[in-house]
Structure formats: structure tokens, C-alpha cells
């Protein structure tokens, strides 16, 4: 079974910064790629920004220049680097993961995970 662990959440003022980061854990062969969304109350889940395995980044219109995702494939963590936040950012973040796995009779196959969240709260 996979994991993924989320930490680095809190409250910070406009205009602040925040690093989130996604650890997994687990039996895993590989990871092909990771995405940070966001779900503010009331709003449908988002998603913010996706790194694959091979580095490749991908950006919300509206996180654009403010947010940073990065990996480290050793330790198979993912970050959010948050700058210049607002209070529009508000929302409880979480990482999703496509996660190669071995499965039954030793074929690798994909399959894909939540982490628990971590709130991101944004005063004015």
C-alpha cells in the first residue's frame, strides 16, 4: 500500500510564503507524476501545478509566477513553494500521485493516491 503525507500548511498574511511538501511512502516502484490541488470551502477541488518523473511542470493560469513545484526522486517528495499569497489561496491543499506499483504476478501496473490534506489559510 502507498501513502502519501502531506505537510507545511498554516496561516500566513497576504503577500507571505509557504512550502508545502507530499512525502510517499510504501511499496512502490515508481512515481510517474504528482499534482497539488486545492479545494476552497464551498468550491470544487482545483488543480494548482504537476511535475512529472521527468521534470516536466505544468501551471494553473493563476498560480503562475507565485508557485514552484519540485521534486526531490530520492526521497520521493514533492514541494509547493507558495509566494506572494492572497487570500484567494485559501483552501486545504492536497498532493495526488500516479504511483507504479507491483501487482499481481510481478506486473507493474499504475495506480493512484490522495493525501489527507493541509489547510492553507490566508489572512487580508
Known amino acids: 500500500q502507498v501513502q502519501l503525507v502531506e505537510s507545511g500548511g498554516g496561516l500566513v498574511q497576504a503577500g507571505g510564503s509557504l512550502s508545502l511538501s507530499c512525502t510517499a511512502s510504501?511499496?512502490?516502484?515508481?512515481?510517474?507524476?504528482v499534482d497539488w490541488y486545492r479545494q476552497a470551502p464551498g468550491k470544487q477541488r482545483e488543480l494548482v501545478a504537476t511535475i512529472t518523473s521527468g521534470g516536466s511542470t505544468n501551471y494553473a493560469d493563476h498560480v503562475k509566477g507565485r508557485f514552484t513545484i519540485s521534486s526531490d526522486n530520492a526521497k520521493h517528495t514533492v514541494y509547493l513553494q507558495m509566494n506572494s499569497l492572497k487570500p484567494e489561496d485559501t483552501a486545504v491543499y492536497y498532493c495526488?500521485?500516479?504511483?507504479?506499483?507491483?501487482?499481481?504476478?510481478?506486473?507493474?501496473?499504475?495506480?493512484?493516491?490522495w493525501g489527507q490534506g493541509t489547510q492553507v489559510t490566508v489572512s487580508s
Open positions: 510504501g511499496s512502490l516502484f515508481r512515481i510517474n507524476a
Open positions: 495526488h500521485a500516479e504511483v507504479i506499483i507491483a501487482g499481481a504476478q510481478g506486473i507493474f501496473v499504475p495506480r493512484y493516491y
